[in-house]
């Protein structure tokens, strides 16, 4: 490549959904250890249990674990020290991946609660758990601009598609007009932001099977928004094709 295309590709891949939910990552688990260390000190570990679980270096998906299951809605207050008691953990060597597992499970099994979430905007993007409560003003700004950029990029890939008819915009059904179309594009940026997430290049939406738990979250997500735009460009087709059999052609020689 010239310099120039190089430095257009290194520009992107740093814009990119997947750099960018890094980053979110990131400044989010700073953000929120305090209160994550607090949830599970008080979840019915003893206090030698608790200390592993913060020391671990499954600590890390544990809160994001847990980032997800409030982001679907489930209240942590209640929920952590059920997932503790649900069995006990004499055999465990990482007691951190072993709740981190439990909320996996328990989250899965509610999958249909994404589309909840996204609708009362506790997804950025549609895919990445919105890191709330408590924490540092500067922290909080940090996260709060990459939100920002999250979605324009989401938006910036689905324009780029729907420019170029890419077979897996096309997929989506014909963006509606009116009412519709606010509703449909939330969905197509879900499942744009999937794609730039994981590199997808194919012309399938989702492209092929995930390969983690945390894509397969991802792609859980992206489907049920997939779905939906697909049920939303088909009824405003449909009213579009009544309307038009409603008004139907004039009798002949009687002028409207």
């Known amino acids: 490549m010239s310099a120039h295309e190089t430095i257009a590709a290194e520009q992107d891949a740093w814009g990119s959904v997947a750099h960018l939910a890094a980053e979110y990552e990131t400044i989010a688990a700073a953000a929120q250890h305090d209160r994550w260390v607090s949830l599970l000190s008080d979840s019915g ?11 671990s270096e499954a600590f890390g998906p544990l ?6 299951a409030e982001a679907y809605g489930f209240d942590l207050q209640r929920l952590i020290p059920r997932v503790v008691a649900s069995r006990a953990f004499d055999d465990a060597l990482d007691i ?3 709740i981190a597992g ?3 499970t328990v989250v899965a099994q509610h999958t249909r609660a994404g589309a909840r979430a996204r609708r009362s905007g506790h997804l950025v993007a549609g895919l990445i758990p919105r890191a709330t409560g408590p924490m540092e003003a500067e922290m909080r700004r940090g996260l709060v601009e990459r939100e920002q950029l999250l979605e324009a990029r989401a938006s910036a890939v689905l324009d780029a598609a729907i420019q170029s008819r890419d ?3 096309t997929a989506l059904g014909p963006p509606p007009r009116g009412s519709a179309a606010a509703a449909w594009r939330s969905r197509a940026c879900t499942v744009a932001a999937y794609r730039d997430r994981y590199g997808m ?4 939406p989702l492209g092929s099977t995930p390969e983690s738990t945390a894509q ?3 792609a859980a997500r992206a489907r049920i928004a997939l779905d939906e735009a697909r049920n939303i460009a088909r009824t405003h087709s449909i009213e579009k094709q009544s309307a038009r ?3 139907g052609p004039s009798p002949a020689g009687i002028q409207l």
């Open 63 to 68: 809160i994001g674990e847990l980032r997800r």
């Open 45 to 55: 570990l003893t206090d030698e249990q608790a200390k592993a679980v913060v020391n």
């Open 102 to 104: 439990r909320f996996a």
């Open 201 to 204: 290049i194919s012309a399938r």
């Open 216 to 218: 397969a979250f991802d």
């Open 96 to 98: 951190a991946a072993v």
């Open 167 to 169: 077979a897996w915009v």
């Open 245 to 247: 059999t409603r008004s």
